[in-house]
């Protein structure tokens, strides 16, 4: 080979690599995936300066109405079990931060022993009439069939609604103190995504959305038993359910 043909061609073998070199290194990297979301089952009140003579005896919440249904569907998914789990003990915390004694969590009034409920002033838990769900709409097709059915894009929006009880009972003759309602209606929640049946395992908004609808419902609850719960009028409470006890014989 010519000496000048084999200095042509070493040099294009050179140049070739040289632009295959310096379009990889400008090639940006794939953005790493990002993280699911993690809700925030936590609710925090500041310290009260003194302790509040008060004993409040925590019972888990229920599940009551359309929410029985629901839960009995839902009871064995994972956010929706630590956002319940998070709701149990997070009642007994706000009262303790507010000042009450508190004791529990007990998982019904039946489940205390009579020295618990002589022991306790009242016992408070929540009635959860409220069911969260998940709507796919604007469904579209757009690649072929899977073994686990078509590739489809659709929007996915997360709602809820219904009613929570906070009830407050005197324990031993389980007449009800106190009752307030809060009406639930949760602001929707929409995502965009695509899968098999529009949005099958791995798919990131279905997950977030859940967790995020289910945040919602928890912070709404602890909300409301925030605004609620007051020691003075606890207090004056107090009184009443020692008048209920004096009329009752055990």
């Known amino acids: ?17 040289g632009l295959l070199a310096a379009g990889s290194a400008s090639k940006p990297a ?9 809700p925030n089952f936590t609710y925090s009140v500041p310290h009260a300066p003194e302790k509040i003579d008060v004993t409040v005896a925590i019972i888990a919440p229920t599940w009551t109405g359309d929410g029985k249904d629901y839960w ?11 956002m319940f789990s998070a709701l149990r003990a997070s009642f007994g915390e706000l009262l303790s931060n507010k000042g009450f004694n508190t004791t529990g969590p007990f998982a019904s009034l039946d489940d205390m022993t009579f020295p618990d409920k002589k022991a306790a002033d009242f016992v408070l838990y929540g009635e ?14 757009t690649g072929p069939g899977w073994s686990t059915g078509p590739h489809t894009d659709c929007t996915v929006i997360f709602s809820g609604a219904g009613n929570v009880n906070l009830v407050v009972q005197e324990p031993l003759s389980k007449e009800i103190i106190w009752k307030k309602r809060l009406e639930t209606k949760l602001e929707t929640q929409q995502a965009e995504t695509s899968g098999p049946l529009c949005g099958g395992p791995g798919d990131g908004a279905v997950p977030d959305g859940w967790a995020i609808i289910n945040e919602a419902l928890y912070q709404q609850v602890m909300t409301g038993l925030d605004k609620y719960v007051n020691g003075e009028e606890f207090q004056v409470l107090k ?7 004096a009329k009752k014989v055990y």
């Open 239 to 245: 009184k009443q359910a020692a008048e209920l006890r």
């Open 128 to 141: 959860l009439d409220v069911a969260l769900k998940i709507d796919r709409t604007n469904v579209r097709e």
């Open 30 to 38: 794939a953005a790493p995936p990002k993280p699911p979301y993690e």
């Open 1 to 17: 080979m010519d000496d000048s043909i084999r200095h042509f061609t070493s040099t294009l073998v050179l140049a070739v690599f």
């Open 72 to 82: 009995a569907k839902m009871k064995g998914d994972n956010v929706s079990k630590t």
